[in-house]
């Protein structure tokens, strides 16, 4: 549990009266807040059509880079796998709702652990056998709306909790190409249904995906209570990498994570540990956020863990986001389980006088 007490300092007096936030006190207090350790629920949408093996193996030869800080600072995360094909669950494709189930030991219907916590028995090995899911999936691939599919089948209920972070992070070698009023393409309907149709009308937005993940986490404004994140092709030189593999530049991808906060990493990457480990980073800095109550005078906040001062700083400290106005702590600033964090600053909002104090 992070206990968190955040004391707005202001004091002010003239020569006739004194001025304060709050009437009949000389400075302004924040209710004492004891806050659980938030909780995190990571889905892990693995693209598993042709030639996505290589990409699969990367991901799970890396993956203690992902994981290590949810283990060794003990936080309450749900880990699920789902593909880029689950939505062919859907009645109007295929109707098999084994589709959408989180994967679970690699192949359907294996036994073990499709839904992965701090509890399970060697979670690195239990989600490498869960995302490497192989390359026999469909090709028509369809990121978002197989994460709805997944999020919405009552299967899968005991994943996302009422009071946690949802973080979803897609691997995939193509675009995205959600689209309700389209069949899945296959070999023999291609010349009637053509691959990575962006004018397609049918073709789902962007926007209709923030709208739908807005609305499942209670999330409002910009204060979101998730995140989308991708390893994906991030350019033309990746594409240029694998020739003749199929590889696109994963457009829509890219634009939902940068809407939602997510972090960008190139799939044809060398240094996957490096991925994996700032994409886990920014779950940790988003789920940790701090809201305040008042906007501070920039300059004048001050941030305490246990007593000790912590810097500001992006990398292993804190940093102040004047759009959100909330606290963030990055690296090794992120506060330990049981730590007490005091944040003081000056507000900036004009002080009200009080009559009848001299």
Not at 209 to 227: A, G, H, I, M, P
Not at 232 to 260: F, H, M, W
Not at 313 to 334: M, P, Q, R
Request: hydrophobic share 35%; aromatic share 8%.
């Amino acid at each position: 549990m992070v206990t968190i007490i955040t004391m707005l300092l202001a004091a002010c007096q003239g020569a006739k009266h004194s001025f304060t936030l709050v009437p009949d006190e000389q400075s302004f207090q924040q209710n004492s807040l004891e806050v659980v350790q938030r909780k995190i629920d990571i889905l892990w949408v693995v693209d598993n059509s042709g030639s996505m093996t290589p990409f699969q193996q990367s991901l799970t030869e890396n993956f203690q880079a992902f994981l290590q800080d949810f283990l060794q600072k003990d936080y309450d995360f749900h880990l699920a796998v789902t593909t880029t094909d689950a939505y062919l669950a859907d009645p109007q494709f295929r109707n098999q709702p084994t589709l959408s189930k989180f994967r679970d030991g690699g192949t359907l219907p294996a036994r073990g652990f499709p839904l992965i916590d701090n509890q399970t028995p060697d979670p690195l090995a239990t989600f490498t056998a869960n995302a490497l899911q192989g390359s026999s999936g469909s090709g028509d691939e369809r990121a978002f709306s197989s994460f709805k599919a997944s999020l919405s089948n009552p299967a899968n209920s005991q994943f996302l909790r009422k009071d946690s972070f949802l973080a979803i992070i897609i691997l995939s070698n193509e675009d995205d190409f959600s689209n309700p009023t389209r069949p899945e393409r296959t070999t023999a309907n291609a010349g009637t249904y053509p691959d990575q149709n962006y004018s397609d009308p049918g073709l789902e937005s962007i926007d209709s995906y923030v709208s739908y993940l807005d609305q499942l986490t209670l999330s409002q404004n910009e204060n979101r209570n998730y995140t989308v994140s991708a390893v994906t092709v991030l350019n033309q030189e990746c594409v240029d990498s694998y020739p003749g593999q199929g590889l696109t530049i994963g457009r829509r991808v890219i634009e939902l994570a940068q809407k939602t906060g997510g972090v960008l990493g190139s799939i044809c990457s060398p240094n996957y540990s490096q991925v994996l480990n700032n994409i886990q980073k920014r779950i940790i800095e988003l789920s940790t956020e701090f809201p305040l109550k008042r906007i501070p005078k920039l300059g004048s906040i001050r941030v305490h863990i246990n007593g000790d001062p912590l810097i500001e700083d992006a990398e292993n400290g804190w940093t102040y986001n004047s759009v959100k106005n909330s606290i963030l702590f990055h690296g090794k600033g992120v506060p330990p389980k049981a730590a007490t964090v005091s944040i003081y600053f000056e507000p900036a909002e004009s002080l009200k006088p009080h009559i009848g104090q001299l």
